[in-house]
């Protein structure tokens, strides 16, 4: 059973300072308890203000982040070169680590640039590298964050696709026909397992998407977002007052 959190903001910024505190505190905690702290973070547009509040001088977070403790991944990534404008690891540069000091060699890109298959089997190697991985171990990030697309996709799990039946390995090629696309995504076992998971979403546009996902009934090939269930049994969703419209009163 999982244990479903809502944290409702009046605006979308103050969804992003949750999502930045959020960030902030587990490296701080994580890194007092255990050394390393490994975060994974997606794309789209909904990080973007969390990232530029984590680098923002006006915050605390710029100064009291652990930097040269995290190690930064990414939960997906589109197959294009890391400059292109629908890159995740472009978004994440230009709005967070071009600000902060966080060692390069601690940031884990899927190099998008690459055939999408060959692109997974890396980060995989990269994935059982960082954390020293062993045999069918599989990584325990202490945080990752989500989003959810308008379709119900979380990471690039789409509906329907058949990235959604892959449990053992740590990150595929999921070929996704309504986009006539490729990404490279972690799978949904790798994310359950995360000590803590996050989703951020907003704006009204989801509104009704979000009340069917989160209390309607399971259909996961659907909403691939109800796939998420984390192994600590905690799930975390913060969101704005405009998505949070349909969902019933606590
Ligand atoms: C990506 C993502 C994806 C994203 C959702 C929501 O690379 O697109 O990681 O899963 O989180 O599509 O995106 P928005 O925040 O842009 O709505």
Redesign the pocket.
């Known amino acids: 059973p999982v244990t479903l959190t809502y944290k409702v903001y009046p605006t979308s910024i103050a969804t992003a300072e949750a999502g930045a505190l959020l960030f902030s505190e587990t490296a701080s905690q994580v890194s007092q308890a255990r050394g390393r702290v490994r975060i994974a973070i997606?794309?789209?547009?909904?990080p973007k203000t969390m990232f530029k509040i984590l680098a923002d001088p006006k915050y605390p977070y710029l100064t009291e982040t652990p930097w040269d403790k995290i190690d930064l991944f990414f939960?997906?990534e589109?197959t294009v070169p890391p400059t292109d404008s629908d890159s995740?690891y472009r978004m994440t540069r230009e709005n967070l680590l071009d600000f902060v000091p966080l060692p390069p060699a601690q940031v884990h890109r899927i190099e998008g640039e690459l055939d999408p298959e060959v692109a997974a089997s890396k980060y995989e190697s990269d994935l059982r590298n960082s954390f020293k991985l062993e045999g069918a171990e599989t990584p325990t990030f202490d945080l990752l964050f989500?989003?959810?697309?308008d379709d119900g996709?979380?990471?690039?799990l789409f509906p329907h696709t058949e990235g959604l039946n892959e449990i053992s390995r740590l990150a595929i090629a999921n070929h996704v026909p309504q986009k006539d696309t490729w990404r490279v995504t972690l799978t949904w076992p790798v994310i359950n397992q995360s000590r803590d998971v996050a989703f951020l979403i907003e704006g009204s546009a989801k509104a009704k998407l979000l009340n069917e996902v989160f209390t309607g009934p399971y259909q996961p090939e659907t909403y691939p977002s109800q796939i998420i269930r984390p192994a600590s049994g905690k799930l975390t969703l913060l969101i704005d007052k405009a998505v949070a419209e349909y969902l019933p009163a606590p």
């Open positions: 997606s794309g789209g547009s909904t939960v997906d589109r995740n989500l989003g959810m697309g996709h979380t990471a690039s």
